[in-house]
């Protein structure tokens, strides 16, 4: 009789083999991390002999499972922003919140909070990308759990490096202090097409191709093939929108895929074309993504979903069986992350990595076996994460009756309540000005802090043109485009209001030669009359609009929007020793049968802004305007009188 | 201080009252079945006083969850047939098996056991719908579930009643009786449009037009609304294909809607367009439908698989916020069930059914306050049917600490396999024989034991033709058909073969008149000679072909497939006094460069059989046909080689 560490027996063993074997009655030996023998019961006993035979009379035992793609830090951040757009919600909040919180403490809490949650639901085996992957890897070592490591490199700053150089210095020695752990494989992970370079991809190729793994997560195929990075063993996240062409080059390179059901639903992606990537015989892996996008680590939940999406986006109820997904979260699984030697089924010579459930609850009931695949259906279709109750990673038990064994849960839920009161508490701030908003999508500038204007109604624009070009003033400079302005108003007591302009300047032949898309936010104004000009004290900000009205409209959630369009000659000119803009407008929408003659100018200076509002004043007489005409509103306001 | 029975305190309550109040340390003061108030903790302790008051700090209390469209007793159907095609699954699974099985203890069972799940996930009302469902009316009141119990009516024979006739007897019946209960409202509930008539349509809006409610499950709206259906209280199920208009049309009259996220994707039913009911004004409800289509009857899945159906399906991840769906789940689902002003909802006068959760546990940390909709998210996106701990209905105790509390599970879960293992063994059985799965569903025809044949090669049709028509022989009837023939063969021992035949009948003018589908099974021939005409005994059975090729293809699941196609000229005629076919058939596909001559009889005599063989090899004579090219195959044989 051979000697081993640990026998598990009599139970329904579903081994995701080779021959796919269900054992009715079946038995694992276990010898240090790994499987010895797997069997019938009585096959097993009578060979083997243990210091300890665990009686799981009643379990079901199947190898555990493989999330092939999530951010486990993120835990952090389940619920805090939801039903939003993916750019809304990433840019916005996500990125944001992490800009400011993200640090080696935030990491090793959220992701021991993440391993708990995956290793309650019979997760053994993760791939991470985020920040400050290292200390992900140690605090996924501390809670005994199998987990690629990935660490994120962006172009734009990120929580852990100040530039994209500083982020693969960082992955670099990070990957070589990690090569040689028993659990943790360090990777590199570049983010998203959206978010990276070429530049960024070929180097994270380098690095990975040092025989190194990694997780990495872009769906532009023909672009990071021909950037050798399907060279390396790459991990491809998502992939809603490859075509056939792709699916055939990813199939080629030997590219792992890993589909994540929810968080594609969720944030409305798109249908990963996952039946045509498996018929191509790709190695199709099933993921949860990061808590925040999800919001939960719940593998059935995500076996449940990929069965169900790939039915009923192709139309047929017998796509996705029950088995091939049950396949997709283990072996295939395991496969996909090139982990396919080491775990993903139970068989002689893999790595311990087990489960046990409870499937006797009622949601589980009744018990059919006619079918060789009926226990599939039951795994998929009707087992819950909280009918896992044991776990045993690399030989060691990690969960033990539903008991957690080497994560201590208490300090960190409380821990973890902390966090969410700090980012509460930052995002209540933010969210109670429109200047933080803008200021945490990327900043703004601040302008002078005085604004002299003048505005009159005038019947027609062409007497006001050939007088200020008739050579009578020096003009600096003259520009004519199509102003397409929308204002946002917030609820009183937020008086700023902001606004989205797309300048369009048109040349002398009336055609479009540059856009630009501006924001401007403005504060309340201090508003003064000093003859007929009206000068103004108020905070107002510029930034480059970057992002899509959309965007802006979702995030910063107006109380009310007003669109004007505008066509505007405007002129820069020097009168009488001050610099003064003019702009004649003519609105286009809503249409209006007259012009209007705009004065300008801004200063830091009060002293400045009254003199500036004598030259404005005399200048407007020097033009022929009446003071009668004088409009005290802007056009926000004119528009909707 | 005013008396009531029981206060629950000191909870995070979401009220789903009009002002959707959240209240962070909440209190419901309860007396018997009905609700006396919902406030602040200190309000409520303030102004009542409890027999009983519960200290529920730490723990979520939310209305009970509405499931408004379920098949109960269906639980005991779980699992057994999955990853299949609606038709192949509901008429050659579930209804050969409910014909089989289906009685009174059947839905006592299987209901029970339903609300046993139900309850433990926080679902405190259900509509159902199926047989004998005075019997599911029973088990809901013993469980102590509120409930809605439509009696299913079908236009073909099911277990509980042998004609339509029967069912809505059956169902006036029951109707009155359970006219006044206080948890159980009874129904009637029309099946499927493929399924009922105008007639059953029409007596259905009768019996519940006399104020009684029900539930129904009709998509064809024009159709149910000429039938005067939509005037009574309808709730109508799935409601996948239909469109605008008929949205319009179902608004207009009050329906309510129950959208079944789960069912719809694994039976690939489609989606339904649940963005654009709730814009009309439709009141939608979220649920499960049966367990056998789910397969659960966990309400949490639904929500979360709802809303993100919703935003992946209408490619805005903003539409169906948590908030609308837990709306859905609770006030809005009673509404569509018509119960909205008994329940659905947190507040006076309504009944007390209420749950308490538990979302504390890591999948559920940590708690964002920020948003007022945080709640929901948590509800929606994280929560789980295992989170729920207690359950109060109609202000009693169902679940108590996560034990039910009028339902003893254990001898039902052992009842429940014991059902399991008698319809493994039908069902071994009937997938053991081609023949029994063909009388599953819907019989078949035995016909003559014996079947004389010859075939011969005839290089031209044309003399053979001359010859027959020539007023030599007594023809009885003429025919000339296409046959689009489709043999089945199955693995040994299985030796029976399975043809579904679709006969094109053409008139003089070579123009279809007519169309039949039959499907015939042989079993396997002991062979005989007899002159030169083959004499076969075998078993051989026809029935109408009701279904699609597909539908057959997937149900007999075939080790293989082969087609052919001919052009058949057939002679009923009388020779020497018997009666014999002659037909001459052209192989169209595979098409083949001959033709071929078969004379064929059948007769139940042995003694019979040998004196028609030997008229059929003397006629074979008399047509000048040789004994030489004698063919002893059949069709799919001569395809084949």
């Known amino acids: 009789m051979q000697k081993v560490d640990v026998i598990l027996k009599n139970a329904l063993i579903v081994t995701m083999d080779q021959d796919e074997r269900v054992l009715a009655d079946g038995a694992i030996a276990i010898s240090g991390n790994s499987i010895q023998a797997v069997g019938e019961t009585k096959e097993i006993t009578a060979e083997y002999k243990a210091d300890e035979t665990i009686d799981c009379a009643g379990k079901t035992i199947t190898p555990g499972l493989v999330n092939s793609h999530t951010h486990a830090a993120m835990t952090l951040l389940r619920g805090l922003a ?17 800009r400011e919180f993200v640090s080696p403490e935030f990491c090793r809490l959220g992701t021991l909070l993440g391993c708990a949650e995956m290793i309650r639901g019979g997760t053994t085996c993760f791939a991470d990308m985020y920040y400050y992957e290292e200390t992900v890897a140690e605090a996924a070592a501390e809670a005994g759990i199998r987990a690629i490591c990935g660490q994120t490199v962006l172009k734009f700053p990120s929580p852990d490096a100040e530039s994209y150089e500083d982020a693969l210095d960082y992955a670099r020695s990070y990957m070589e202090k990690w090569r040689d752990h028993p659990l943790v494989i360090p990777a590199i992970a570049p983010h998203a097409p959206y978010t990276t370079t070429d530049e960024i991809l070929k180097a994270c190729t380098e690095l990975a191709m040092e025989n190194w793994r990694e997780t990495y997560d872009m769906p532009v195929v023909p672009w990071v093939k021909k950037l050798g990075l399907l060279d390396a063993k790459v991990v491809a996240a998502h992939c809603v929108h490859i075509d056939d062409g792709e699916i055939h080059t990813l199939q080629h390179a030997g590219t792992g895929i890993s589909h994540n059901p929810s968080s594609n639903l969720k944030l409305a992606s798109g249908f990963a074309p996952v039946t045509e990537m498996l018929e191509t015989g790709l190695n199709v892996g099933v993921a949860t993504d990061g808590p925040s996008s999800n919001n939960d680590l719940d593998m059935w939940e995500e076996m449940r979903l990929a069965s169900f999406i790939a039915k009923a986006y192709g139309e047929n109820p017998t796509a996705l069986p029950a088995k091939t997904v049950f396949d997709m979260t283990t072996r295939m699984g395991a496969k996909a992350l090139y982990l396919g030697d080491i775990t993903g089924s139970l068989e002689a010579g893999k790595r311990a990595d087990i489960i046990l459930l409870d499937l006797q609850s009622v949601h589980n009931a009744p018990h059919f076996a006619r079918s060789p695949d009926a226990v599939y259906s039951r795994l998929v279709y009707t087992a819950k994460a909280t009918d896992v109750t044991d776990v045993m990673i690399d030989g060691k038990w990690v969960l033990r009756e539903r008991q957690l064994q080497t994560i201590d849960l208490d300090p960190l839920l409380k821990e973890a309540d902390e966090y969410a009161a700090k980012i509460d508490a930052f995002l209540i701030e933010r969210e109670g000005s429109v200047l933080s908003k803008l200021i945490a999508i990327g900043g703004a500038e601040r302008e002078e802090s005085y604004e002299i204007q003048i505005k009159v109604r005038i019947p027609d624009a062409a007497p006001f043109v050939e007088k200020i070009n008739s050579g009578e003033f020096e003009i600096v400079r003259t520009a004519h485009y199509l102003e397409y302005d929308t204002y946002f108003a917030f609820d009183a007591p937020e008086e700023y209001r902001l606004r989205y302009r797309e300048d369009e300047f048109l040349n002398d032949e ?41 965007f802006y409209q979702e995030y910063f959630n107006p109380a009310s929007s007003i669109e004007v369009n505008k066509d505007r000659l405007r002129w820069q000119l020097r009168y009488e020793g001050v610099e003064l803009f003019v702009n004649i407008d003519r609105l286009i929408n809503p249409k209006l049968d007259c012009f209007f003659l705009e004065i300008k100018s801004r200063t830091w200076s009060r002293r400045d802004a009254q003199q500036k509002a004598d030259k404005i004043s005399s200048l407007l007489h020097t033009l022929g305007a009446g003071d009668s005409d004088t409009i005290r509103m802007e056009y926000p306001q004119i528009v909707v009188e």
């Open 82 to 98: 939801d039903d939003l757009r993916l750019d809304v919600w990433l840019l916005g909040y996500m990125m944001p919140v992490e």
């Open 510 to 550: 009336g055609e479009v030669f540059n856009v630009r898309y501006r924001l401007t936010l403005t504060g309340p104004a201090a508003e003064g009359e000093y003859h007929d000009a009206i000068f103004l004290s108020r905070s107002r900000f510029i930034a480059p609009a970057i992002h899509s009205l959309r």
